[in-house]
């Protein structure tokens, strides 16, 4: 697809539904199932590549591989032939110092990339490495040539920036898309631990696209994830920003299958049929607030006490970190995640204990305490007394 189709496309795509979306994938499975839930084109990134690895996007930082040759491989083996409806871009690295940037870039198009993205970006880089690596001479200004090349080229550009200058320079380079990188995609089990607030992504956001409706209003303006890994983060940024589109990798592609491998996995893991009603299905499949994380905690402890319960796990299905679950949990109920589960089981033991139909043992069983002595030490605890004394008070009482 040359330049000007693929621009008359996305501008349609702005016109009609509003934004435009965009896939940053590792995988032609991954491809494949993103255009054809309509995104708009795709971005072979090695870190795309990294993240099917089972590791951090910040992998294609490292010495674990040439990025341009892994790039290059993703899309020549995977994706070009599959993915024929929309422009896949290539994940260019610039400071690369085996290629030549002019015949690297020819080589680009001949092998049917639509276009280039500059990634892995010296933008995402800071300190003092930032400082030695441009001693090195590693610059951001390496990507906008390359932007600039592509331009000339007729490639379509997505240029990666994160502050009002390196918008500038791409918008003056050519660029056909600015994106606002907002850093890594938090949720998820891999997921970014310190990102940006959606307020001060906002606020950067803000001003990189100032910029850009300054210099060339044509220019289409995007966003790549960070905080925004939500479709209701993104109608926030829709809403109070000069956003056109987003652009998504973990959003797309390890978050959605770190969720469905495990609990499919798990599934098959367990015994009897899976009742959709359960409170781990819910949230599976979408169907539960996700903003009502303590209630989905316990609520699940209700129908499962009897059950082992990892908050881990609940954490992974409900798209947070542990430690945001339990802090958020304890916030809410004024008591931990175990202490809450221990109180709960001990309040259904007794009951059981006062129904006399049950065994000691088979109480601890039901209420989840295989081990018999942890079960009394509990209930004594959380009781005063022990069980045995406890089922004797209730028959005095009644």
Known sequence: ??????????????????????????????????????????????????????RSSYASYFCYGNSNQTVMELGTRELLPVIQEVPVLFGLFASDPEIHLYEYLKMIKENGFSGIVNYPT????????????????????????AIRLAHYYDLFTVAFVTNAEESELMIEAGADVICAHLGLTKGGYLGAKNVLSIQD???????????????????????????????????????????????GGSTFERIPV???????????????????????????????????????????????????????????????????????FKKETGISFTEYLVRHRIRKAKKLIKSGNSSFKEVADAVGYHDYVQFSKMFKKYAGVAPSIYRQASFKTE
């Open 258 to 328: 770190e969720r469905a491998i495990y609990n499919t996995t798990k599934a098959f893991k367990s015994y009897g049929s899976l009742d959709e009603n359960d409170p781990m299905m819910k949230m599976i499949n979408g169907n539960w607030n996700p903003g009502d994380y303590t209630e989905f905690v316990k609520k699940y402890i209700e129908e499962h006490y009897m059950n082992e319960i990892k908050l881990a796990d609940l954490a992974l299905v409900a798209h947070v970190t542990p430690s945001y679950l339990s802090t958020k």
């Open 122 to 145: 010296m933008s995402l880089i800071d300190g003092k490495f930032r400082i030695a690596l441009e001693e090195e001479g590693n610059t951001y200004q390496k990507e906008v040539e």
């Open 201 to 247: 992504g906002k606020k950067l956001t803000d001003e990189i696209f100032e910029v850009c409706m300054k210099k060339n209003p044509d220019a289409l303006r995007m966003i790549y994830a960070g905080p925004a890994s939500t479709p209701i983060d993104m109608q926030y940024m829709y809403q109070n920003t000069a956003c056109q589109g987003y652009i």
């Open 1 to 54: 697809m040359d330049r000007e189709y693929i621009l008359r496309l996305l501008h349609a795509q702005v016109n009609i539904n509003g934004h435009i979306v965009g896939a940053a994938v590792g995988s032609g499975m991954t491809a494949k199932y993103a255009v054809m839930g309509g995104s708009d084109f795709v971005m072979a990134l090695s870190a795309g590549k990294y993240r099917v690895m089972g």
